[in-house]
């Protein structure tokens, strides 16, 4: 909409357009068809009867006249009435003109987007740029009036709404604006945008603004020609009154030119250890800056206590990117906080990251045995596998056993035992569906058939594990291979998963020398070429480990948060002779260490919920310390023996505390705080502001204007256009219409024959 010239004094103050609110309720101007209709009906003919004294009642000419003037008066009147009803209803505004808006100021209605990405927290010039889009905030704040509402979008990777209402009062939203948390993550200011606007479309204000804050980070803005922006304008362009769009650069021209080191997130080899086990992490440094070549150092703490004999002084060019890693074991059990940090630079955001540590004292495990199996003597199918990992009742162990049949499994087996191994398992439907919330939950599952699997059906997957109407185990058993004379190998070379991947070198481990005499063939069989929301639990099936014949000897899968494994040959001595080489105790560990999970995820990504599972007490309430101190809120989810608490507010990346208030007791080595690591992404560590020619584009293709700060976005909204709503004046006009109508019809019906000409005589 353009300002009237200045230049001009009747375009200054008459330069006017008018528009609808509610074009639909146009419709009712065909009701002024109704008193033409009425009209034509009342003029019907009647049949006239002549009769003596009918002379002496004859109106003369002029009176005829001023009667047939009065009616078509009423006649136009009563059809001005119903169109300008008809108006009304359809809530005409008046635009372009200066002058109206001095005698009728215009209520506003503005959203507020505060970019909130980690470049946002940039310190190398004095206050941030958050800092400064929260002044300028307060700038526009104070110079709304108190008809005027707002709102307020934190523009994150999921953009959240501050403000309690759609739009409220300016003291509201600075109540809300006070408590807003430090930038973090990635701003997706394309969502944030589109959610602004579905906020004015519920708006009745005839002006209706957006005012986004940023530092003008190029990867906070999608290209304009993204399909993202397709719903900002669609809701745009259906709005009844538009929306300005208004940004004001709050960031530091020479941000692109600072020098950052980031480090990235921490990888462990094991998500869960035991006391005195050793365990590798591992992380990224990068580089990114004007200079050729800069210098940082990488400290490493544990549980808070800096390791100081850790510390690192890393050289990387303009661009580079270097491996760190920290070997380090734990005497205690319980959870364990590691974490990598940084010396300072500008750019804070992406200096420190964390990673929580489950250590135990022992790992529990399981081997389920069909049922009338056989148990704890030297033929058993549980013989090996119970005694590689040592006995607990003779010396200290990392991995203890313990051995029962399929039917007696219960849940308290379940959520005692970290791992599972099932041995030739059952067909049962109901035992299944029982597994499956267990690995679901992180728990892990390693299904082996050996050569006493009793298999009916060869042809049909075993077991018949389905999942959300997919198998768990994509692949159909074939036949069983049985040759002593000329057994098979394990290909070293075809093993890809981490916890065999010290299982590669054949001069370090003689697993390769195992000779395989009995196993099942399978093929896999093809995954859905389009999963469906439902099987996005299920991840890819994979052959970790092959035999020198080409067979799958080891197949993997994730599904949920848990693992599951299938091995077609039997760890009985029978099979193969595996369990009589010195590899078979370090295989044996390493598939425990690298298939179990922690009972809760403890490590997430940003926006990702927090899910506490399988605590020692079900309190009332359950209370989440944040990173920033603030205390949040769990709420339960399920019921039974399968509750689980969820809390969903991570907008934050740092350390969550999950306080625990059980009543009873609490048991010997049981954790009164549970910590949870949330990880934030760091795209935006190479700082890189939008072009002259992508602005360009977005004031082209999007109406974007670009201010440099609160005053000049209100200079516009002042000496903008006004709109004035003129329903008020058409519904006086309304009354006036329809007194004059009800005199008109008065002064026809009882003053129309008082004018009756004399008649001369013949």
């Known amino acids: 909409m353009s300002l009237p010239d200045p230049d001009s004094e009747n375009r200054y103050h008459f330069n006017m357009t008018i528009s609808l609110l509610n074009l639909g309720m146009m419709f009712g101007l065909l009701a002024v068809a109704v008193p033409i209709i009425v009209h034509l009906l009342n003029r019907?003919?009647?049949?006239?009867?002549?009769?003596?004294?009918?002379?002496?009642?004859?109106?003369?000419?002029?009176?005829?006249?001023?009667?047939?003037?009065?009616?078509?008066?009423?006649?136009?009147?009563?059809?001005?009435?119903?169109?300008?009803?008809?108006?009304?209803?359809?809530?005409?505004?008046?635009?372009?003109?200066?002058?109206?808006?001095s005698l009728y100021p215009q209520p506003i209605d503005l959203v507020i987007v505060i970019d909130s990405s980690y470049s946002m927290g940039w310190n190398g010039n004095g206050p941030t740029p958050h800092t400064k889009a929260i002044q300028e905030?307060?700038?526009?704040?104070?110079?709304?009036?108190?008809?005027?509402?707002?709102?307020?979008?934190?523009?994150?990777?999921?953009?959240?709404?501050?403000?309690?209402?759609?739009?409220?009062?300016?003291a509201t939203a600075r109540l809300e604006l006070e408590q807003l948390q430090r930038p973090d993550g990635m701003a997706n200011l394309t969502a944030a945008l589109t959610q602004a606007c579905e906020l004015l479309t519920q708006s009745y204000s005839t002006r209706r603004d957006i005012v986004v804050l940023t530092d003008r980070q190029s990867i906070s803005w999608a290209p304009v020609t993204d399909a993202s922006w397709s719903e900002f304008l669609k809701l745009r362009s259906s709005a009844a009154v538009p929306i300005g769009v208004t940004a004001i650069d709050v960031g530091s021209s020479v941000i692109d030119q600072v020098n950052n080191f980031r480090v990235e997130r921490l990888e462990l080899s094991r998500e869960v250890?035991?006391?005195?086990?050793?365990?590798?992490?591992?992380?990224?440094?990068?580089?990114d800056g004007e200079q050729q070549a800069g210098r940082c150092e990488l400290f490493w703490s544990v549980d808070g206590q800096q390791l100081s004999r850790e510390t690192e002084e890393l050289d990387l060019e303009a661009g580079e990117t270097t491996v760190a890693d920290l070997e380090t074991s734990f005497a205690d059990p319980g959870s364990h906080i590691i974490t990598a940090s940084l010396s300072d630079d500008p750019l804070p955001g992406d200096n420190v990251v964390s990673v929580v540590v489950e250590v135990l004292d022992d790992i529990p495990i399981t081997v389920v045995l069909p049922e009338g199996a056989a148990q704890n003597t030297p033929d058993a199918d549980d013989f090996f596998l119970t005694r590689v990992f040592g006995n607990p009742d003779l010396q200290d162990v990392w991995v203890t056993v313990k051995s029962i049949l399929m039917p007696d499994v219960t849940d308290k087996h379940l959520q005692e035992s970290r791992l599972l191994v099932l041995v030739n398992p059952s067909p049962d439907p109901a035992t299944w569906q029982r597994l499956s919330k267990y690995i679901e939950a992180g728990g892990a599952v390693v299904v082996m058939l050996n050569s006493r699997a009793d298999l009916a059906t060869p042809q049909t997957p075993v077991p018949p594990w389905i999942l959300n109407?997919?198998?768990?185990?994509?692949?159909?058993?074939?036949?069983?291979?049985?040759?002593?004379?000329?057994?098979?190998?394990?290909?070293l070379t075809s093993l890809n998963s981490s916890w065999l991947e010290s299982f590669k070198d054949n001069s370090r481990s003689d697993i390769g020398d195992a000779l395989i005499s009995s196993y099942w063939k399978?093929?896999?069989?093809?995954?859905?070429?389009?999963?469906?929301?439902?099987?996005?639990?299920?991840?890819?099936?994979?052959?970790?480990?092959?035999?020198?014949?080409?067979d799958p000897a080891i197949y993997g899968r994730d599904v949920g948060r848990g693992k599951l494994l299938f091995i077609p040959f039997g760890w009985d001595g029978t099979d193969s002779d595996l369990v009589r080489l010195r590899g078979f105790l370090p295989l044996a560990h390493e598939m425990v260490f690298g298939l179990c999970r922690s009972t809760s995820q403890r490590n997430i990504d940003l926006d990702e919920p927090i899910l506490i599972q399988q605590l020692p007490c079900q309190p009332l309430n359950l209370e989440v310390l944040g990173p920033d101190d603030k205390k949040l809120s769990a709420r339960r989810v399920?019921?039974?023996?399968?509750?689980?608490?969820?809390?969903?507010?991570?907008?934050?990346?740092?350390?969550?505390?999950?306080?625990?208030?059980?009543?009873?007791?609490?048991?010997?080595?049981?954790?009164?705080?549970?910590?949870?690591?949330?990880?934030?992404?760091r795209e935006e560590s190479k700082l890189t502001r939008l072009s002259?020619?992508?602005?360009?584009?977005?004031?082209?293709?999007?109406?974007l204007k670009w201010r440099a700060g609160a005053a000049e976005v209100m200079q516009d909204l002042s000496s903008a256009s006004g709109g004035l709503e003129i329903w008020p004046l058409l519904l006086l006009i309304v009354t006036a219409f329809l007194v004059i109508e009800l005199l008109l019809t008065r002064r026809l019906v009882q003053g129309g024959h008082h004018q009756v000409e004399t008649n001369p005589s013949p």
């Open 273 to 287: 250890v035991n006391t005195q086990s050793r365990i590798q992490i591992s992380t990224k440094v990068g580089y």
């Open 44 to 101: 019907r003919r009647f049949d006239v009867v002549e009769w003596g004294a009918m002379q002496f009642l004859q109106l003369g000419e002029k009176t005829r006249q001023k009667i047939k003037i009065s009616d078509l008066l009423l006649l136009l009147l009563r059809m001005a009435l119903v169109a300008i009803l008809a108006m009304t209803f359809a809530r005409p505004f008046v635009q372009g003109s200066v002058y109206l808006r």
């Open 692 to 703: 002259d020619e992508e602005i360009a584009a977005f004031q082209e293709s999007l109406e």
């Open 522 to 550: 399978t093929t896999p069989e093809s995954a859905p070429t389009e999963p469906s929301p439902e099987t996005q639990l299920l991840g890819p099936t994979s052959i970790l480990a092959r035999f020198d014949n080409g």
């Open 469 to 491: 109407d997919q198998p768990l185990l994509p692949m159909t058993v074939e036949s069983k291979f049985s040759d002593p004379d000329n057994p098979v190998r394990i290909d």
């Open 638 to 681: 399920g019921n039974g023996e399968s509750v689980t608490w969820k809390m969903s507010e991570t907008s934050l990346s740092g350390i969550y505390r999950v306080e625990l208030d059980c009543q009873t007791a609490p048991r010997e080595g049981q954790e009164s705080s549970l910590p949870f690591s949330v990880f934030a992404p």
């Open 137 to 170: 905030c307060h700038h526009l704040l104070d110079q709304l009036t108190p008809v005027d509402r707002v709102a307020i979008i934190d523009a994150r990777s999921r953009p959240r709404l501050l403000t309690p209402a759609p739009l409220t009062d300016t």
